[in-house]
T-cell receptor, first 112, second 110 residues
Framework: KAGVTQTPRYLIKTRGQQVTLSCSPI?????VSWYQQTPGQGLQFLFE???????NKGNFPGRFSGRQFSNSRSEMNVSTLELGDSALYLC???????????FGQGTRLTVV | SQQGEEDPQALSIQEGENATMNCSYK?????LQWYRQNSGRGLVHLIL?????REKHSGRLRVTLDTSKKSSSLLITASRAADTASYFC??????????FGAGTRLTVKP
């Protein structure tokens, strides 16, 4: 079956702009989590959605938001981009909360 | 915030040798998982060990979990150059999402 698909793979944006990233989970998986990965901070949890509801949220400012659609696809949005938002954004899907996570290849965001 | 801490931060060994990585965490957990990441790509799940398990094997991988010490170890036996990657432990606290450590960078020299 198809894996987790993230689009786009690469993105360059200017400070102050906003960006939307997309994640299509594995078919049948209702949980989608988002992570930000940077060399300095490692993998930081952003939020998790399950059946269109945000179930958990990490310690990120309100500029970071997300949503999940009825088909389990998820989007995350970052508004008023800052240079420090440059990172690899990873999406992971799970069948259930206590099961393994399957990751997409990530979206590499560069803010200039 | 990160939950786990891997040790060492970097490890360099020769092909055929064993590699051991450790993970310590702070809170109670439902399970602990190990993942591998190659050069800034997506993470690949390696093994999951539940809080009531002490040891688990998968091919050349062996994971142990000591909940009293809040620590886990990942052993890769007979390492290969293809095992070169970053390895992360991820803990799943009750009613929360997975939290990752900073990772161990493993280099296996041919």
């Amino acid at each position: 079956k198809a894996g987790v698909t993230q689009t786009p793979r690469y993105l360059i944006k200017t400070r102050g702009q906003q960006v939307t990233l997309s994640c299509s989970p594995i078919s049948g998986h209702r949980s989608v989590s988002w992570y930000q990965q940077t060399p300095g901070q490692g993998l930081q949890f952003l939020f998790e959605y399950f059946s269109e509801t945000q179930r958990n949220k990490g310690n990120f400012p309100g500029r970071f938001s997300g949503r999940q659609f009825s088909n389990s696809r998820s989007e995350m949005n970052v508004s008023t981009l800052e240079l420090g938002d440059s990172a690899l954004y990873l999406c992971a899907s799970r069948y259930a909360v206590n099961t393994e996570a399957f990751f997409g290849q990530g979206t590499r965001l560069t803010v200039v | 915030s990160q939950q786990g801490e891997e040790d060492p931060q970097a490890l360099s060994i020769q092909e055929g040798e064993n590699a051991t990585m450790n993970c310590s965490y702070k809170t109670s957990i439902n399970n602990l998982q190990w993942y591998r990441q190659n050069s800034g790509r997506g993470l690949v799940h390696l093994i999951l060990i539940r809080s009531n398990e002490r040891e688990k094997h998968s091919g050349r991988l062996r994971v142990t979990l000591d909940t009293s010490k809040k620590s886990s170890s990942l052993l890769i036996t007979a390492s290969r150059a293809a095992d070169t990657a970053s390895y992360f432990c991820a803990t799943l606290p009750p009613n929360n999402d997975m939290r990752f450590g900073a990772g161990t960078r493993l280099t296996v020299k041919p």
